[in-house]
């Protein structure tokens, strides 16, 4: 019986440690540049479904991430406000590769009955683009940064705007 208790107590606090992931907050309260308000939406990693109902964008952030081909106003054309993450080729002609990993810490969607069409994502990035002797064009690393969503006339969610620190 014992034994029973100890693996319902266990799965119960790993469950916790994952919907709840406190952990992330060290990396975004160590900086002035977030109001408790944004690091309020990283507390909870949100319901699995709104992993689904946002997987536009991370497609469409995933695209833009890799993208070494476009120009700056293509990107813009493209990827929208995610446009900041392609590293555009008028600007880093000499990129040839690039690397990048995205990861979702949380996603907060109709947060309130009067917000309904507003939603929060909280992602952390590293992204480098390499030119041909291997050496970094341009980069960021372990940036965590507020993507703010919204819906458009289709239902479908779309990045609105993003807040990241210096």
Known sequence: MACKKTVIVTLVIVLLIYLFPIWHLITVTSVDFYSAY??????????????????NIVQTA??????????????KEK????SIYATPSDYYSGAITENHKLRIWSIILNPSPTAE??????????????DKDGNVVCGSWRVPAL???DKDDDGEWYVKDIKEGP
């Not at 944004?38 to 997987?55: E, K």
């Not at 990827?79 to 995610?82: E, H, I, M, S, T």
């Not at 069409?117 to 390499?130: D, K, P, Q, T």
């Open 147 to 149: 993507w703010y969503l």
């Open 62 to 75: 995933e695209a833009a991430f890799s993208d070494i081909e476009s120009t700056y106003d293509e990107a």
């Open 79 to 82: 990827y929208g406000v995610l």
């Open 117 to 130: 069409h507003r939603g929060y994502m909280w992602v952390y990035y590293s992204s480098e683009a390499l």
């Open 38 to 55: 944004d690091v309020f939406y990283l507390v909870f990693r949100g319901i699995p479904t709104n992993r689904i109902q946002v997987s």
